[in-house]
Each structure stands twice: as structure tokens, then as C-alpha cells.
């Protein structure tokens, strides 16, 4: 460990990030009794650090203003100050500050305040910390998983709530990449239930995740229901993060096609629950809203440096209805990214100069994934040449090679539990592209499954994977996984761990980026 690292670890453990803790040295404009302050009771998250920025969000209890303080000390002796427009109900009084001119490669401490937009009285502070993107090469450390709070497996407060958060939170990343299932807005969470050993699960309950969401109130409140976790608002506080979604943002295995069970009285066709779930994710994501996108996009590109880019995907947004998956053409039915995106991602990896170019999918390639007689993902279960939606992924993997992107890795998640891929052409009947590894992680407390089968279309080969032998396994069974990723700045060599709840390493793989000859 480098000083300047174990100066920050002892900085973030005196400051107690997370936490709220007086003002340092500055004082409320306004002094006012506790109940007349705004109440900040989902604490401070940071998201999408690149190139100088990094945004900062926040809820309040009523209309307000969120104020941001930052500095490289944190002493707050020179902070600067930054402010939100004002948020209201109709934000769920959710509030960014996009955070700009930040010195590179710098530990940078703010506090967070909403002042009531009608009598400015300020609430108490809330600490957060993140590293900025670096402009030259540096170690990076980032961690990634996906599945939140899923099957009926909350808050549990006997277990210690959703431990594998501090577990990541211990490893001091960078960034934490979500590969979505950030919420289960289909997936109520009851007061108890029976884990797999006849024990009994006991969880936190709140009104809205009661039932399915079809309201927009109840799918926000499936994002608060999250931050009553101790453990998630303090890595919320420490560890930045890029978000993704995938279905249970919504429903289950949601496509055009997705017919809704008897479950949903309020709201019957899937287009008004998609829209009413985006709005929700897009409310509590720390995220950089795009600009000019009414739909609200969440496909992006974040720099880490020269020796990161993450190219974040949406396979949901995009996608035609889950069919048999079999067509021998492309068309309107087979989209899975889309021509916008699959356009965009081909540009952004063609122009990308970072010696690494991840590729955060929020499902996996070649792994079976079924919805009913239909496919959920890209496999068919054909081992053949490529068909439905692995017309769009031949052609994307056809492009890498020809293009010459190089050093490419995929991260994802979705089938709740954790494996390492290695798809080869050599073993794969669609051979037009260069071998590349796909890592899978999770879940981050939530039922475990698998195996699943693989597709042997692109050639892929189980080079690891660990899964329980009773489908959904409670967190209490020890399979919950997160991954890590770590890039030396010296060799560039991209090294990736899976680890379990408690952090320890099942396994680890190394790659070396590619050379000229």
C-alpha cells in the first residue's frame, strides 16, 4: 500500500463518512431548532467520475436546495461550493450537483446540505469522499456485482443488513460498478420468510415494498427501502459508482412482449410501468443525466484515464419482444442493443485510446437464460451459427476484431452467482472475432441460482464458476459474490477477483494487454 493510500483509509476512518457529523468550523446561515432543519435521511452518494467531474446526489424531506462543499483536505479549509437548482415532489425531492474542475487523481472530501428553498434554514451535514479520474497512469481498483435486495432477501438486521456492501466498502475501489437489479420493484419484501436450511429470514418492511410497484411512488420507494441499510449509505458515502439497469427496475424479464401477471391491478400494459420505473431510476441514480434525451438515456462511456474506459450498456431499453430467438436475420425483432447504440458503442471502442476497454453488460453472453418458451437473453440454445438476437453480438464481436479494438473485457451479472467465461473461436461455430473473457458476479443480497448452461455459439468455456446446490439460497448460505478488477499502471496488466461476502478471493485470473509483435 502506497502512503498517500493508507493516509486516505486513516482519513475516511477518523472522518466516519457516512455519517452526520457537525459542520466544520462553518456555521448554519440560519440557526434553527432539529425538527425545523431539513432532514437528509438517505445520506450522499457520487457517481460517473471522469475527467475532472463527479456528481454528487442527495434527497431531502421537502423543497430545497442541495448544497455541495469540497476540498482536498479534509479539514474543509478551502472548500469550494456548489449548488442544485431546487428540487421538489415532482423529483421526489431528489437533487445533483455536478461537480467540475476537479484537480486529477486527488482525494476530494465534501459535505452535503439541502437549504429549504422557503425559509433557508440549512440541515445538518452529511460527509462523503471520493479519488477523481486520473490523467496519467495510476492503479486502479473497482469493484462490480449486481442484484440487490431480491427474492424476498432484505434488510435483514440479525444478519447485519446487506454485509457485502462493507465487505466491497473494505477494499477501498475507486468506483463500484452496479450491473443493475439495483431494486426488485417486482419482488415485495416480507416481514419473514424460510431460507434454505428451514431457518427463518427476517426482514425490514415498508409500505411500498409491501407489493409489486406500479405507482411511482412505490417504485421509489423501492430505492429509499435500500438506503435504510446502514451498510449500503456508508459505501454509498466512500465509494463512487456507475449504475446500469435490467429488468426488475421494472418487472421481471421485461421486453414489448411482457404481459403482466394478475399481481398488477393499478397498471396493465408494460409500456406505462416502464415508464414510471425510469423515471424512478433516473430520480436516485447518481448519474449524469444526458442532455437533449427526453427518453433519458443510460448507455454511456466513462473515462477512468489512460488506462480505463467503461462503455456502460442498457440491453433493455432497446430490445425487441422475448421470442424463440431463432431468426436467421436481423430486423426489429432481434434488437437487443439497438442500431442507435450498437452504433455508438462501435464508434466510442473504435475512438477509445485507454489500454482497457470494459464492457459492462448487464447480462451475460452465452449463458441460457430462458422467459418460459422464449429467450430473456442473447443465447438460444442453439450451438450453431449465430441467430436472433446473437446476430447483433456477432456483428459487434466481427466489428472488435476488425476494427483492432484491443484488450476488451465483459462484467456483468443477472444470473446470481459468479463465473469466468473464456469464448474462443476455435470452439465456436459463428468464428469471426477474437478470443475475450466475460467475468459474472453476484448476487449483492439476494436469492443465489445456477449454473446455468452455455451457448456454445461464440465458443465460450466454464473456466470457474460457483453456485449453490439449492436455487435460491439465502444471503446466509455463502453465495454472494462480488467482483474486483485492478490494473497496474506499470505492467497494465488487468488483474480480476471474485470474492464472497465476506471479501475472500474464490478466484482470480490475470491478463496481460496486448502487444505488437
Not at 454511456?300 to 462503455?311: E, I
Request: glycine content about 8%.
Amino acid at each position: 500500500m502506497t502512503a498517500p493510500d493508507q493516509k486516505r483509509r486513516q482519513l475516511l476512518q477518523g472522518i466516519g463518512a457516512g455519517i452526520a457529523l457537525p459542520a466544520l468550523g462553518i456555521a448554519p446561515a440560519i440557526i434553527a431548532a432539529p425538527r425545523e432543519r431539513p432532514q437528509m435521511l438517505d445520506g450522499v452518494q457520487s457517481g460517473d467520475v471522469t475527467d475532472g467531474r463527479a456528481l454528487i446526489w442527495s434527497r431531502c424531506d421537502r423543497p430545497g436546495r442541495l448544497v455541495v462543499e469540497w476540498d482536498t483536505r479534509s479539514r474543509f479549509g478551502n472548500p469550494r461550493r456548489m449548488l442544485s437548482s431546487i428540487t421538489d415532489a415532482g423529483q421526489d425531492f431528489t437533487a445533483r450537483v455536478d461537480l467540475r474542475g476537479l484537480p486529477a487523481d486527488q482525494s476530494i472530501f465534501y459535505r452535503a446540505r439541502f437549504e429549504d428553498a422557503r425559509s433557508g434554514v440549512l440541515s445538518e451535514p452529511w460527509f462523503g469522499h471520493l479519488r477523481s479520474a486520473p490523467t496519467r497512469p495510476r492503479n486502479i481498483r473497482f469493484v462490480w456485482g449486481g442484484d440487490t435486495c431480491g427474492q424476498g432477501y432484505g434488510i435483514n438486521p440479525d444478519f447485519g443488513g446487506m454485509r457485502i456492501y462493507e465487505s466491497m466498502r473494505m477494499r477501498r475501489p475507486d468506483f463500484f460498478l452496479h450491473s443493475g437489479d439495483v431494486i426488485y420493484a417486482d419482488g415485495p419484501i416480507p416481514a419473514e420468510l424460510t431460507a434454505e436450511d428451514g431457518s427463518v429470514w427476517r426482514n425490514l418492511v415498508t409500505e411500498e415494498k409491501s407489493k409489486v410497484a406500479e405507482t411511482l411512488r412505490e417504485f421509489r420507494g423501492n430505492y429509499r427501502y435500500n438506503l435504510l441499510d446502514e451498510n449500503l449509505r456508508a459505501f454509498n458515502a466512500e465509494v463512487p459508482q456507475i449504475w446500469q439497469w435490467d429488468d426488475h427496475e421494472v418487472t421481471n424479464n421485461w421486453s414489448p412482449s411482457k404481459e403482466l401477471d394478475d399481481r398488477y391491478q393499478q397498471v396493465r400494459d408494460i409500456d406505462t410501468l416502464v415508464q414510471r420505473a425510469r423515471q424512478a431510476y433516473l430520480e436516485y441514480a447518481p448519474m449524469r443525466l444526458a442532455r437533449g434525451d427526453k427518453l433519458g438515456r443510460i448507455y454511456r462511456k466513462v473515462n477512468y484515464g489512460p488506462l480505463l474506459d467503461v462503455f456502460v450498456l442498457d440491453m433493455r431499453s432497446y430490445r425487441g419482444p422475448n421470442t424463440h430467438n431463432l431468426q436467421a436475420e436481423q430486423g426489429t425483432d432481434t434488437a437487443f442493443l439497438g442500431r442507435e447504440q450498437l452504433r455508438w458503442l462501435k464508434r466510442e471502442l473504435r475512438a477509445s485510446r485507454a489500454t482497457w476497454k470494459v464492457i459492462a453488460a448487464d447480462m451475460p453472453i452465452g449463458l441460457h437464460v430462458p422467459d418460459g418458451p422464449r429467450w430473456e437473453a442473447i443465447a438460444n440454445g442453439n450451438d450453431g451459427e449465430a441467430l436472433g438476437r446473437e446476430l447483433e453480438i456477432a456483428d459487434l464481436l466481427t466489428f472488435i476484431q476488425r476494427a483492432r479494438v484491443r484488450n476488451t473485457v465483459w462484467l456483468t451479472a443477472d444470473v446470481h452467482y459468479c463465473a469466468a467465461h473464456h469464448y474462443h473461436p476455435n470452439r465456436a461455430a459463428y468464428q469471426r472475432f477474437e478470443p475475450f473473457w466475460e467475468f459474472v458476479a453476484g448476487p449483492l443480497n439476494a436469492g443465489s441460482f445456477g449454473p446455468n448452461p452455455l451457448d456454445g455459439t461464440f465458443g465460450p468455456e466454464v473456466v470457474f464458476q460457483k453456485a449453490p446446490a439449492t436455487a435460491n439460497s439465502s444471503p446466509r448460505a455463502g453465495f454472494q459474490f462480488f467482483g474486483e478488477v485492478e490494473i497496474d499502471a506499470q505492467s497494465g496488466a488487468l488483474g480480476v477477483s471474485l470474492r464472497d461476502i465476506d471479501g475472500t478471493v474464490v478466484y482470480s485470473q490475470t491478463l496481460e494487454p496486448w502487444q505488437p509483435a
